[in-house]
């Protein structure tokens, strides 16, 4: 894949993330809802759902290609199932350097060289558990798209207000923080210096 097809798909995600695509947008969204909706209310699995499917489509294409046998018709219409080896070399480069630059950093982690990162990434696995543990996790994919789709839209148009209101937000966190520093943090650093001058 060149660097213009890269930039091309690049427009194209961000033309359905922020509805100028609006059709392609609603077909995404009214899709996922009728899978969430079929494998909640049907008690279907992936799996089970995606089995089912090729299980189907391989009876249909035995049975017509047998009796286009019978008939003298033309077989189904097949494409050319293959891979190149161009695709799978560029497929497996591309995970290959994902792979690394991820054990890289997990042995940064492990080795205690990145501290922070450690947090983030522990604080970021936290979350996911017990956001997990609320909710299965193709209901947590269906909510994570229309997150995906209708946010980042959101913003764009009502821009301003949201800057204003976040703006807002953040002087008053900034305050309460400045608040219970003074009041508490201050305070306990205080009879933690004491202590020590006792010693």
């Known amino acids: 894949m060149g660097l213009m097809s890269l930039a091309f798909l690049g427009d194209t995600v961000a033309d359905v993330i922020l509805w100028r695509q609006k059709d392609v947008t609603m077909g995404i969204l009214l899709v996922a809802l009728a899978a969430w909706v079929v494998f909640e209310k049907s008690g279907y699995t992936l799996l089970s759902l995606v089995s089912s499917v090729l299980l189907l489509l391989f009876v249909i294409l035995f049975l017509w290609a047998k009796s286009a046998a019978i008939l003298n018709r033309p077989a189904p219409p097949l494409p050319e199932l293959q891979l190149s080896e161009e695709m799978v070399n560029e497929a497996a480069a591309v995970i290959r350097t994902h792979v690394n630059a991820l054990l890289l950093v997990s042995q940064d982690i492990s080795l205690g060289k990145d501290s922070r990162l450690f947090f983030k990434v522990a604080a970021y696995l936290l979350l996911i558990y017990f956001v997990g543990g609320l909710t299965d996790f193709l209901t947590l994919s269906y909510t994570s798209l229309v ?49 020590k001058k006792l010693r």
Do not use: C, N
Not at 160 to 175: P, T
Not at 183 to 195: A, M, N, P, T, W
């Open 147 to 195: 997150i995906v789709l209708t946010i980042p839209a959101f913003y764009e148009r009502y821009e301003d207000y949201v800057d204003k209101y976040v703006m807002m937000g953040y002087r008053k966190l900034l305050q309460l923080y400045v608040k219970l520093d003074e009041e508490y943090v201050s305070r306990f650093q205080h009879l933690v210096l004491e202590k």
